[in-house]
């Protein structure tokens, strides 16, 4: 199962801080039964840096509502605890992420958990405030598609394995890209190299990435987390206050544009998933045959 609900409402993140050492975030009490197991996201703080990990490689790490919310709280804790300069995002297994997982998602959002409510929650997509305001470092490998690359995209510095395979598809499945990558890709790689990919929903690899401007380390395969864990530690060496308005500044020359146009991606991708194109996108994928589309 692929994620082709793209980010659907991934603005709901969570948060919590104080996340200890090798911490399992768990879903709610009250989630809905995700496929394949419930995801995890696992924490490490090593000084200033934290580590956050998702976990559901069973899956091919399918983002649920439990790694939504992992991620969000360790989001928060990262902007909340002072001994914290820096975060490292990364996946468990052979691939980063293969998107949503569509499922567990509209279970969660039918119970009311998605969009996320927790106050202790920043969202990694920032289609809404909060916005985090402390770098983001990503380690990427193998399957890195649809939500999957839009998480890649909304770190600062990125890191990806020769053998990444970077995808945003959702033109594939009736839809567009609903967590950002609209304008992240967009802004980054520069319109034609952005739109080569998400308007014929073609693959690419870390060295196609790393010319387009989206990598900007490619290592051998395994060595990903380590080279992003080292520019990490850099980043946490220098003066933290210049860190953070560093961030602050750069972020508000594109401010204007970009939060009009982030604001935009939700109705638009509401309005999509309403159309008859998008359900012959899920009739074929459950009948495992190519979808016809007549542009209604």
Known sequence: ??????AVTLAAGISSGQAQTQTQVQPTPTAPAPTAGAGKVRTEQRGPVLLIGIDRPQTRNLIDPAIIIGVGKALYQLEHDDGLRVAVLHGIGPDFSMGIDPPAFIAAVQAGIIPVKDP???????????????????????????????????????????????????????????????????????????????????????????????????TPPGKQLDVAIELAKKVAAVAPLGVRATLASSRQALAAEETTALAAVQPTFSRLQQTEDFKESQRALREGRPPVFRGV
């Open 1 to 6: 199962m692929t994620a082709g609900l793209g």
């Open 120 to 218: 202790d929650f920043i969202s990694i997509l920032e289609l809404a405030p909060p916005i985090r305001t402390k770098p983001l470092v990503v380690a990427v490998q193998g399957g890195t598609q649809f939500a999957g690359h839009e998480y890649f995209l909304a770190a600062d510095i990125r890191v990806a394995a020769s053998d990444t395979v970077f995808r945003q598809a959702e033109v594939t499945r009736g839809s567009f890209p609903g967590g950002g990558a609209t304008v992240r890709f967009t802004r980054e790689a520069g319109w034609a190299n952005a739109m080569r990919y998400m308007l014929t929903g073609d693959t690419w690899g870390a060295e196609e990435a790393h010319r387009m401007g989206l990598v900007q380390e490619v």
